[in-house]
């Protein structure tokens, strides 16, 4: 882990306070594979920010020759995903696990987010990402989506496989998210339906 993640790990932890399990908020493939023992799951929704894919990956889903992309939050609108509650006897080990694998160039900027559940709110970390960060994408052409759906694969394995995953895990879980399935049948992925 870098110094900027150790740093960035160290605030959140600060701004957890230590009182109290930790909620974290799963948009993307913390649904499907969260690596640390939950404690309960709910649906939930944050406002203010919406799920895209448009973080460049050099490492999980792509290479520096051959870069990927992953999901991020980006500020604007609202997006829906899961509240998974982590046990406060297990953040000190699954924490620092899940920063290894969400923030190894500290990119992500984590934060707390109000998070609306059928059960009141609650108050979840989140990984989201500056539009003016270098690692957003912005927009790509059809051309340059459909070459990185086609060759970009890193350490957790290709671009196109999180996608479908992401997809089938948000539509198992009731959430349905037209952007991603509008831009999975551009690319011919048959991520059913």
Known sequence: ????????????????????????????????????????????????????????????RGTPQVPGLVFALLPGGSCQGMAVRMRQENV?????????????????????LKCATAMGAVSALAFTLAPDSPECCGELSPERIDAIF??????????????????????????????LHALLASVNCHAGN
Request: cysteine-free; glycine content about 8%.
């Open 92 to 112: 000190s080990k699954d924490l620092p696990a899940l920063w290894s694998r969400e923030m190894p160039g500290a990119v992500y900027e984590p934060r707390f």
């Open 1 to 60: 882990m870098t110094d900027v993640s150790q740093r960035s790990l160290k605030a959140a932890l600060k701004t957890w306070g230590g009182q109290g399990d930790i909620w974290v908020f799963a948009y993307a493939s913390l649904i499907w594979r969260p690596e640390f023992e939950e404690a309960e799951r709910r649906p939930a929704r944050v406002y203010g920010w919406h799920r895209t894919l448009k973080m460049w990956s050099t490492l999980n």
């Open 150 to 179: 086609k060759t970009a694969s890193g350490r957790f394995g290709s671009t196109r496989d999180y996608a479908v995953q992401t997809y089938q895990s948000l539509k198992a879980n009731g959430i349905d998210d037209s952007a």
